[in-house]
């Protein structure tokens, strides 16, 4: 086998019907940090991933009470009506919170 195949952590996230497998490698090169959402868009990577909740002002006050900052301000994007909310993990990925108008 290969050596970065041996190195490989593996995580299973699963409820219901939703399932997520997390890779991690070995050796993660640290993100580039944005103190402004528009200012991530023209770099090249993963930009983020998003998770839905039920109510968006209830996931970002449990945040802010386990001093997790937001990146920004809420907002709504009318097109889809979803109100939604960005931050970083603790290795600089972006997470985008969605939830109903």
Known sequence: ??????????AYLSRGSAKIEVLAGAGPAPQ????????????????HFCLAVDDLDAAIAELAERDVPLLGEPFVVEEIGRRLAFLEDNAGNLIE????R
């Open 1 to 10: 086998m290969h050596d970065g195949i041996l190195s490989l952590q593996l």
């Open 32 to 47: 580039e940090r944005f103190a402004q959402l528009d200012k991530s868009f023209g770099v090249e990577r993963l930009h």
């Open 97 to 100: 919170l969605s939830a109903p």
